[in-house]
C-alpha cells in the first residue's frame, strides 16, 4: 500500500520492539497508524516512539515481512 500522506512511500507493517504493539510505518515520511491507514488518523514517528516510552528510531522496531 502507497502512503496516503505522501504519495510515495510504502506502508509496511511493524512492531514496537519493547511492548510488541502492532503498526503500520510508511518508509518515506515516517507516519504511523495503530490502525486503519487513512489521512485522518495517522500520527509522526517521534511523536508515536516518545508516547510508547521509546527512543526515536527505527531500530526500536522489528519489522515484518
Known amino acids: 500500500m502507497i ?3 505522501c504519495e510515495q512511500g510504502r506502508v ?3 512492531k514496537v520492539r519493547k511492548n510488541r504493539k502492532k503498526i503500520y510505518i510508511c518508509e518515506e515520511c515516517d507516519t ?3 490502525g486503519t ?3 485522518s488518523s495517522g ?3 517521534e511523536t508515536f516512539m ?3 516510552g ?3 528510531n527505527w531500530n526500536e522496531l522489528k519489522v515484518e515481512s
Do not use: M, N, R, S
Request: one cysteine or more; hydrophobic letters at 45%.
Open 37 to 39: 491507514v487513512d489521512l
Open 3 to 5: 502512503c496516503p500522506y
Open 12 to 14: 509496511i507493517t511493524a
Open 32 to 34: 504511523v497508524w495503530e
Open 43 to 45: 500520527i509522526g514517528f
Open 54 to 56: 521509546c527512543a526515536e
Open 50 to 52: 516518545k508516547e510508547q
